[in-house]
């Protein structure tokens, strides 16, 4: 058993050793073309993982599968590093200005099954070894597989070692300097091109050096061509039954567009996400239309993102939460980025069950949602990459200001109110299936150039916890945020994020921690506690403290004594009235009675908050009044049996 796991292990640390080897590979050969600065920017010698490239496809192992770089005026040669590439299915460099030889390390490339080199500057002759190439065949896309060496400056022979290529249908090597004898065999290929060179065909010899099919497509053979039409013609019928099958089911359960935005590695991955991710895409207000992103959701390399922040140095942390630590970090690019460390993670389906919970949430796209930009995987790290906001979180505009920063004004907290909302919102309202936060703070709260608020950290709870249910054996969340019946069941819901929503409000109204009740606590009134709550614990009672101490402020109409003071009465008071009242709404003790992110979206717009209000005020009323009853009760109970009590002991003497 200790033989395998060693072996596991040991294959899966080799699949990034191979990364490395392809990426040096590739990046040496954009150095030997010669490229510009701006032709291959992205083929960064640091960005070990080529799989994110631009002109690279790879497949489901992260192995290079295709190279195409279509016309570009390079005046290099090809590497002989080239031959490292040995995944390598095909590889496209025609019109690219190539000069030089081909390589041989050419023929290590057992997997090529296409070829094309035509229209460049080659010279030389052509390396035996190009023999070696025995999967050259008829299986790329819907078209011919071909071997093409046109248009170039090829001399010597036709080497003998091709026509042992028993899959070949394509050989061009037409206008070329290449003489001698052409190999018997190669004039029985399906199509092919010698004119242009002094070999043995022509009006001369008993062969022509064009084959009969070549300007049409077809094959000398009919066969092939009836062959060709039969397996086109089969592959469009089974598509589209597939694709009119697929639309008749998904349109009866579904009334919203099908979409993923995840790194494509090949065409198969397409339909791959349409069978298993289920991701509905229905617009929401604010939001970004992305629907044509395929390909945006990035995996990094993991020596990339140690580059990017100095090796997750204690000098880039940008803060610590729940789920891990946060790093800036400087792309190779000069991207400035954040980068999610996480911790504690289990995931028992490995790296392709972490990976399909990042594509859930890399679909999740909205005008107040953090971007997820990329990610990235090791035998023992899970790493997430956001863009970095240069005005940091809500939290560090609130009580972290450095001296001589401006402070939050209230229209911007207005803004943020609203536009966190509406990023709620869309996890709960408008994701398939939908995402319950459950950390909902003004530090996950981020702020933008345009100090737009961003939702961050939304979905990563999924990340690190086992099961797939929305109950966790562990509460992850802020001291103060926490709603009371996660605290007490482990079971959250959307409405556990509308009671953290509701504690953020009154943050940005006080300026203060739900925590800190520095400003909030006389010394002759503990916060109005309700001791019969007392068994919820210290960190149920932080929250229910300051909403109650908020209640109580509210309902006397003294709510200018927790307003911050840093705004220095610069806020209509209406304003900051409908905003606590929201905020009470939102943090009521029961989840049944919370209202759901769209209602509070509406409030906060001014449409139906009065009404709320007032039925709440109303239910208020009679709960207290039931309170005070059963107070009374209890107090009455008290005294007799203590009247009693004391009867009884002056009896007895």
């Known amino acids: 058993m200790e033989f395998l796991l060693g072996i596991l292990i040991f294959t899966y640390l080799l699949s990034f050793v191979s990364a490395d080897l392809q990426g040096d590979a590739l990046f040496t050969l954009r150095s030997s073309l010669e490229a510009s600065p701006t032709q291959l920017a992205d083929w960064n010698q640091n960005q070990v993982n080529p799989c994110t490239w631009s002109y690279v496809m790879c497949d489901s192992s992260y192995n290079v599968i295709s190279v195409t770089l279509p016309s570009m005026n390079f005046s290099g040669t090809l590497s002989p590093k080239i031959g490292v590439l040995s995944t390598l299915s095909s590889l496209t460099l025609k019109g690219c200005g190539i000069t030089g030889e081909i390589p041989k390390e050419l023929g290590n490339l057992s997997s090529l099954t296409n070829l094309d080199l035509e229209n460049n500057r080659l010279s030389g002759e052509i390396p035996s070894s190009l023999g070696n190439l025995k999967n050259?065949?008829?299986?790329?896309?819907?078209?011919?597989?071909?071997?093409?060496?046109?248009?170039?400056?090829?001399?010597?022979?036709v080497p003998g070692s091709i026509s042992d290529l028993p899959k070949l249908i394509n050989l061009r090597l037409d206008s070329n300097d290449l003489s001698g004898q052409v190999p018997e065999h190669l004039f029985h290929i399906a199509i092919y091109?010698?004119?242009?060179?002094?070999?043995?065909?022509?009006?001369?010899?008993?062969?022509?050096?064009?084959?009969?099919?070549?300007?049409s497509g077809s094959s000398r053979n009919p066969k092939v061509g009836i062959i060709i039409g039969i397996v086109v013609g089969f592959i469009i019928l089974l598509c589209g039954s597939l694709l009119f099958f697929l639309f008749r089911c998904r349109h009866k359960r579904y009334k919203g567009e099908v979409f993923v935005d995840v790194a494509v590695s090949s065409p198969f991955w397409v339909i791959k996400s349409f069978f298993i991710h289920r991701v509905i895409y229905t617009p929401a207000q604010g939001e970004v239309d992305r629907r044509i992103a395929f390909g945006q959701l990035k995996r990094f390399a993991w020596r990339e993102l140690q580059l990017a922040t100095d090796n997750f140095s204690e000098k880039n942390i940008l803060g610590q939460g729940g789920f891990g630590k946060v790093y800036k970090g400087v792309l190779s690019d000069n991207t400035k980025v954040a980068v999610k460390r996480l911790t504690d993670f289990e995931s028992p389906g490995g790296d392709a069950a972490f990976q399909r919970e990042v594509e859930m949430i890399g679909v999740a796209v909205h005008r107040n949602l953090l971007r997820l930009i990329g990610f990235c995987t090791t035998p023992t790290e899970r790493l997430l990459v956001y863009p970095f906001m240069q005005n940091l979180s809500v939290a560090y505009r609130l009580r972290e200001l450095k001296p001589g920063e401006p402070v939050l004004a209230w229209p911007a907290r207005k803004r943020i109110a609203l536009g966190a909302a509406r990023g709620l919102e869309y996890l709960h309202e408008h994701c398939n299936p939908k995402?319950?936060?459950?950390?909902?703070?003004a530090a996950n709260v981020l702020l933008?150039?345009?100090?737009?608020?961003?939702?961050g950290d939304f979905g990563?709870?999924?990340?690190?916890d086992v099961r797939r249910t929305n109950v966790t054996t562990q509460v992850r969340g802020t001291m103060g945020h926490i709603a009371p019946e996660y605290l007490s069941t482990g079971k959250?819901?959307?409405r556990t994020d509308v009671f953290g929503?509701?504690?953020?409000?009154?943050?940005?109204?006080?300026g203060q921690r739900a925590i800190d009740f520095s400003r909030l606590e006389d010394e002759d009134d503990v916060l109005l506690l309700d001791h019969s709550n007392i068994f919820l614990g210290f960190v149920h009672w932080i929250p229910y403290s300051f909403v109650m101490k908020v209640k109580n402020l509210e309902r006397e109409k003294m709510l200018d004594a927790i307003v911050d003071r840093n705004l220095n009465k610069n806020y209509i008071m209406q304003e900051v009235e409908a905003m606590i009242q929201v905020a009470l709404l939102c943090t009521q003790s029961s989840p049944e009675d919370r209202p759901a992110m769209s209602e509070v979206v509406r409030m906060l717009e001014g449409e139906g908050l009065a009404e709320r209000w007032e039925e709440w005020q109303h239910v208020e009323v009679m709960r207290r009044q039931e309170y005070e009853r059963m107070q009374r009760r209890f107090e009455w109970g008290d005294d007799s049996m203590?009247?009693?009590?004391?009867i009884e002991l002056s009896g007895g003497r």
């Open 448 to 455: 933008d150039v345009d100090f737009e608020a961003v939702v």
């Open 492 to 494: 959250s819901s959307e």
């Open 435 to 441: 995402i319950i936060h459950r950390d909902v703070k």
């Open 136 to 157: 050259l065949q008829f299986l790329h896309s819907f078209f011919c597989s071909s071997r093409i060496l046109s248009k170039n400056n090829l001399s010597g022979t």
């Open 460 to 464: 990563l709870a999924k990340l690190v």
């Open 642 to 646: 203590y009247n009693q009590d004391a």
């Open 193 to 215: 091109n010698f004119t242009g060179n002094k070999l043995n065909c022509g009006k001369n010899f008993s062969y022509s050096c064009l084959s009969s099919g070549n300007g």
């Open 501 to 510: 929503y509701g504690i953020m409000l009154l943050e940005l109204v006080t």
